[in-house]
């Protein structure tokens, strides 16, 4: 029969051990950090891996959360907790993180897409605007006088000044000058043009 004294006590449970380790992670000791390493890396890996589904990314996260828990390892409150739980924890909420920043970088990144390829304004509305507006324009011009509509056309189709109309027309300035305001009164009364 074995003497008492020689006999071991048996190891305490690893929860207990984990714990241990990161108590002594808080003072700073490397040694005790590679121990809890060692225990919790494959099942940090295989919660991030399960969260993120994305190899390189999981590896990143993994290393994080160890990260993480190196430097925060003061943190750990074993009332509150086991040390495995502790960990996984920081590990799901990082994994979590990291699934709503790829999401909305991908929603950032198709936003911008569709700017991209969205016009400023719409091409087509324009245009149908533009056209109701030149056929305005010309149902108005239709109603003015002959000689009226020839002075608004040379004065600002054709870019003349009054005085050269007046030279064209072969008339005097006064009477271009009246006959360009007749006609675009006339004009702004036809389109509707508050002053």
Not at 38 to 67: C, F, I, K, N, T
Request: hydrophobic share 40%; aromatic share 4%.
């Amino acid at each position: 029969m074995p003497d008492s004294n020689s006999e071991a006590a048996p190891p305490p449970p690893r929860g207990t051990d984990l714990e241990a380790c990161l108590t002594r992670t808080a003072r700073g000791d490397q040694e005790a950090f590679a121990q809890v390493y060692d225990r919790v890396s494959a099942p940090v890996l295989g919660l991030v891996r399960s969260v993120l589904r994305d190899p390189a990314q999981s590896e990143e996260v993994a290393q994080e959360v160890l990260v993480e828990v190196w430097r925060t390892a003061a943190k750990f409150r074993p009332e509150k907790g086991s040390a495995m739980a502790w960990v996984m924890t920081m590990a799901h909420r990082r994994s979590v993180d990291r699934v709503r920043s790829v999401q909305a970088a991908t929603a950032r990144e198709h936003k911008a897409a569709l700017l991209e390829r969205t016009p400023a304004y719409d091409e087509v509305a324009e245009q149908v605007e533009t056209r109701l507006e030149q056929q305005r324009v010309r149902r108005c011009l239709g109603a003015l006088t002959k000689v009226q509509r020839e002075a608004v056309t040379l004065a600002y189709y054709r870019g003349l000044t009054y005085r050269e109309v007046a030279q064209l027309l072969t008339l005097p300035l006064g009477t271009v000058k009246t006959r360009l305001r007749d006609g675009l009164i006339r004009l702004r009364d036809c389109l509707g043009v508050s002053v």
